[in-house]
């Protein structure tokens, strides 16, 4: 859910859920930014250029045109993840001389770090009631209590509600894609009021209902792991091709199996460690009750295969990065695992 404060000048979002936290820095515009003074007061600026996030700062200072408020917004934010004394100073000195009238988003996909100060200085704003911070998160593909929850609250913004089996046969349809699900589910709304001749706000999406109007044939990463730590590649590949045809960057699909296969070969190799907490450091795990999880999918697994798999699965990240063909390079890298 989107909450929103009046008088808050300073709103750092941040989550790897893009679609949503977009969505909320267009209703902060929508709601304080009049209509007739729009192209004027809306700035917008990258932080991936040192010289646009400095201009950024500067803006930020700037009163309104007219009506209404200004919104200056700062995609990939780098104030709270990077080491830089100009910008920590910069953004320190704003704090004391921005417009009531002005507001300033600062965006990024991963939370503040809390170690350097600037987001220290953040901390203090935050304590004081001098700016909101806010996160959209896509759900770990483990957590299926809170992928229930995501995708019960992207439902609710739709009026539908989808009864217990239907929300993981809707994720095995269309992943977590926040934008995938809220397309997804006003493809859903026409097809619940022309089969139910009616326009009223509660309808129920079934799991019968997902099948009829996503078909049965859709892929994800659950999928793609669970046949590739079973060794069936010659499947693990068919559903590859399936999730790459349906318009899933080659790119994050092979990030996100690298993360997952790197996590399940630390725990087997700490199989015999008894100390939780450091096979969570070393895994990069924030939930140690995922660590029984994970031992039971790789129980039947070797080290060696599974290291080879991250082999396979970074020479396949450097070659679609040089432009190869991803599909080929898949099955040219994969299909040796089988042997």
Not at 35 to 44: A, M, Q, T
Not at 110 to 127: E, N, Q, V
Request: with cysteine; glycine share 4%.
């Amino acid at each position: 859910m989107l909450t929103f404060f009046n008088n808050m000048p300073i709103h750092i979002i941040w989550g790897n859920d893009i679609d949503t936290c977009n969505k909320e820095i267009e209703k902060i515009i929508d709601i304080n930014v009049s209509e007739i003074w729009k192209s004027l007061n809306i700035s917008r600026f990258t932080g991936e250029d040192h010289n646009q996030v400095l201009y950024a700062l500067e803006e930020a200072q700037s009163p309104p045109m007219g009506d209404g408020s200004r919104v200056i917004i700062l995609k990939n934010n780098p104030i709270f993840n990077v080491k830089n004394e100009e910008l920590t100073t910069k953004f320190e000195f704003i704090t004391h001389s921005m417009p009531e009238s002005s507001y300033f988003i600062l965006q990024n996909s991963t939370r503040p770090d809390s170690r350097i100060k600037s987001s220290k200085i953040l901390k203090k704003l935050l304590s004081e009631g001098k700016a909101i911070e806010s996160s959209h998160n896509i759900p770990d593909i483990w957590n299926k209590e809170e992928q229930t929850r995501y995708v019960e609250e992207i439902a609710k913004e739709i009026n539908i509600k989808i009864d217990k089996n239907g929300i993981m046969k809707l994720i095995d349809s269309l992943g977590l894609d926040s934008s995938k699900l809220r397309n997804g589910l006003k493809k859903a709304k026409l097809y619940l009021n022309a089969k139910n001749k009616t326009s009223d706000s509660e309808l129920l999406l079934t799991e019968k209902d997902i099948k009829n109007i996503f078909h049965d044939n859709n892929s994800n990463i659950f999928k793609i792991l669970d046949f590739i730590l079973e060794m069936k590649i010659a499947e693990s590949l068919f559903e590859i091709h399936t999730i790459i045809n349906q318009g899933e960057p080659p790119l994050r699909l092979t990030a996100g199996l690298i993360s997952q296969i790197r996590m399940y070969t630390i725990v087997l190799l700490l199989e015999k460690e008894k100390d939780t907490a450091k096979i969570c450091s070393l895994a990069n795990i924030s939930n140690p009750k995922r660590i029984f999880f994970i031992k039971k999918k790789v129980r039947y697994c070797s080290p060696k295969y599974l290291i080879n798999v991250m082999i396979k699965l970074l020479n396949i990240e450097s070659l679609i990065k040089k432009g190869n063909n991803p599909k080929n390079v898949f099955t040219e890298n994969f299909i040796t695992l089988s042997s």
